[in-house]
C-alpha cells in the first residue's frame, strides 16, 4: 500500500512513523528544512516539495497546518485516491461544507478520539442503557498555552470534543450557548453547551496551570468517565453520587493514532470506511464556527474577535 503524506511536521512524523509500521511506503511532501529533516529521520520513502510529484499513490494523508487544510485538500483531491485529513478538515465552515460536497465519499477526517478505547468503551455503555436514559455528556480539556501558531487554539482542542461527543451521542447536538475566555486579544478558551436532552457540555481553556483531559457520561442511573487520555481504564458508577461503587473497567492500550491509521489502510483494501465523513467533519466545524459566533467571535480563522 502507498500512501502519500502531506506535511511532517510534529504530528505528520508521528503518521509516517505508525503508517510504516502498518507495513505502508509512505512519500512524503516537506517544504520547510525542519520538515525535510523530520520526513528524513523518520524513514520517508521518498520526499518531494509538491504533490503532484507523489507518484501512484493508494491514499493520502494530509497534516498540515490548519489553515492551510481547505486550500490543500483542493490541490490532493485532484489525485482521485481517497484522503485522511488531520482534523479540523478546514478553519472556516463555508470551505468545508464545499469540500464536503465536492469530495463525496473519498474524503475523511482524522478524529482520533473518536478511535480511542475508551470513548468506544464510554459509548457502548450510553448505546447499552447500562445507565439509563443519556442525559449528558461532559469534555473538559485544559492545557498551558498551544503549540499552533496559525489558528487559535479553539480551532485546535474543540474538534475532539465534538467528536466525542458525536461518537458517544450519535449525532451532534446544536449549538446552545457559548462564553469564551480571551487573553491578550486571542482567544484561549471557551465553555460551550450544545443540545439540552441529552446536552454536550465543553469546558477548554489553553490558559490552565496544568494539562487535564477528562469525559464523562451521564445517564438517568449512574455515570462512567475516562480520566485522562493515556488511561487504562474507565470508571463506571452506578447509584447515588456518593454512594455508588466506583467499577474499574479495563480497555485496550493501542495508541488511537494507529488504530484510525489502520481503518484508513484497511479501506484502502477494501474495507470499511474511517470514521470521521467528510460530511461529518463538515458539521463540526459548521459547530465551531456557530459556538464562535455565540461567544462573539469571528466564525472562521482570522481575527481574534
Sequence with gaps: MVIGLVG???????????????GCSV???????ESVQRAEVAGADRIVDRVDSLGDLDGVVVATPTATHAAVLDEVLQLGVPVFVEKPMAADPVAAE???????????VMDKWRHHPGIEALRDIARSGELGETVGVHCLRESWGSP????????????????????ILGELPPAVAA???????????????????????????????????????????GSAWLAGGFE????????????????QRPIGAEWPLTRELRSFVEHLG??????????????????IAD?????????SAGDAA
Excluded: Y
Aim: glycine share 12%; net charge neutral; proline share 6%.
Design 148 to 167: 499552533h501558531r496559525d489558528v487559535d487554539s479553539l480551532w485546535i482542542h474543540l474538534p475532539h470534543d465534538l467528536a466525542i461527543g458525536l461518537e
Design 8 to 22: 511532517c511536521g510534529r504530528w505528520g512524523s508521528k503518521i509516517l512513523r505508525d503508517l510504516h509500521a502498518l
Design 179 to 221: 462564553v469564551a475566555e480571551v487573553t491578550g486579544g486571542w482567544p484561549s478558551g471557551m465553555h460551550a453547551q450544545l443540545g439540552e436532552h441529552p446536552w454536550l457540555v465543553i469546558s477548554h481553556s489553553a490558559n490552565a496551570p496544568q494539562r487535564r483531559r477528562h469525559t464523562r457520561l451521564c445517564g438517568e442511573t
Design 232 to 247: 487504562d481504564h474507565i470508571v463506571v458508577a452506578l447509584g447515588h453520587p456518593g454512594e455508588a461503587g466506583l467499577e
Design 98 to 108: 464545499r469540500l464536503a460536497h465536492e469530495a463525496g465519499d473519498r474524503l475523511f
Design 291 to 299: 459556538l464562535r459566533e455565540l461567544a462573539g467571535l469571528s466564525a
Design 27 to 33: 512519500p512524503v511532501v516537506a517544504r520547510s528544512a
Design 270 to 287: 477494501g474495507g470499511p470506511p474511517p470514521r470521521s465523513s467528510a460530511t461529518e467533519g463538515a458539521a463540526v466545524v459548521r459547530r
